[in-house]
């Protein structure tokens, strides 16, 4: 079962990789390369964090330990380098971020079959929103905070994250309904969770978290989805009773 999900997955990476080659054949070439290295270094964190659930499920909670750890760097290196300005704006949002990853971490802690149905619909919704923004997508959401999220993509990347959530029902073992609540709360923290993050980055007038992984802006750049959807999973499992 494991490696036919695996194989949807690599599918759906080359359907990814078919839309990044239309998003990037008219743009400049630099600009183009630096999406292809954003695209190659996605693939390899996606591939490094299934193995981790479905081969040592204890590794993903220590990388989820060391995301959490690193982001909190990364917040407190923004700080420092605003001069720290906006003091009650940072502890509001470390509080905020505090409490998230208190989540993520119980998220490591549930059953392996429930953290991959997770991690497939939310990795799934973050690339297609992209894809999808980018090539249909115009009415822009946040123009001020994110200028890259757009109606499109939440509409395309949703739908997709649904549909797909629904061919991996068999890692779920939970009701249709429950299914659905959860799949459209994890399409919600992560777009959520991705907002917050350049609400942040906004506030304190900067573009990168920082330069750690090549063709992201930094760890909670990149991890920043996860870490806010993982909570909501949490969440379901220990209040909602999933």
Same mark, same amino acid.
């Given at each position: ?28 070439? /630099?600009v183009a390369r630096k999406s ?37 760097? /990364?917040?407190?290196?923004l700080f420092h380098q605003s ?8 502890? %509001? ?26 991690? %497939? @619909? ?8 992209? %894809?999808?923004?980018?090539? #249909? ?40 309904? /429950? ?52 909570? #909501? @999973? ?9």
């Open positions: 079962m494991i490696h036919i999900i695996y194989y949807t997955i690599l599918i759906y990476f080359l359907l990814g990789g078919v839309g990044f080659y239309f998003i990037n054949r008219k743009k400049e070439h /630099e292809y290295i954003k695209f190659v270094m996605y693939f390899f964190i996606i591939n490094i964090l299934f193995f981790s659930i479905v081969l040592v499920p204890v590794a993903f909670r220590y990388l989820s330990g060391l995301i959490i750890g690193v982001g909190l760097i /990364e917040l407190f290196r001069d720290y300005k906006h003091k009650r704006f940072f502890f %509001i949002s470390l509080l905020i971020y505090c409490m998230l990853s208190a989540g993520f971490l119980l998220f490591g802690t549930l059953q392996k079959e429930l953290i991959l149905f997770s991690f %497939i @619909v939310l990795s799934i919704f973050d690339s297609f929103s992209q %894809i999808t923004g980018q090539l #249909w997508g115009q009415k822009k959401l946040f123009p001020k905070t994110s200028p890259n999220k757009t109606l499109g993509g939440l509409i395309g990347g949703g739908l997709i994250a649904i549909g797909s959530a629904f061919l991996l029902r068999s890692l779920y073992t939970g009701i249709k309904l /429950e299914s659905l609540i959860l799949t459209l709360g994890l399409v919600f923290f992560a777009f959520a969770g991705d907002l917050t993050a350049s609400f942040f980055k906004r506030k304190l007038n900067v573009k990168d978290f920082s330069k750690l992984i090549p063709g992201h802006g930094g760890f909670l750049d990149r991890f920043d989805s996860l870490i806010s959807a993982g909570a #909501w @999973v949490a969440f379901c499992v220990y209040v909602l009773k999933f």
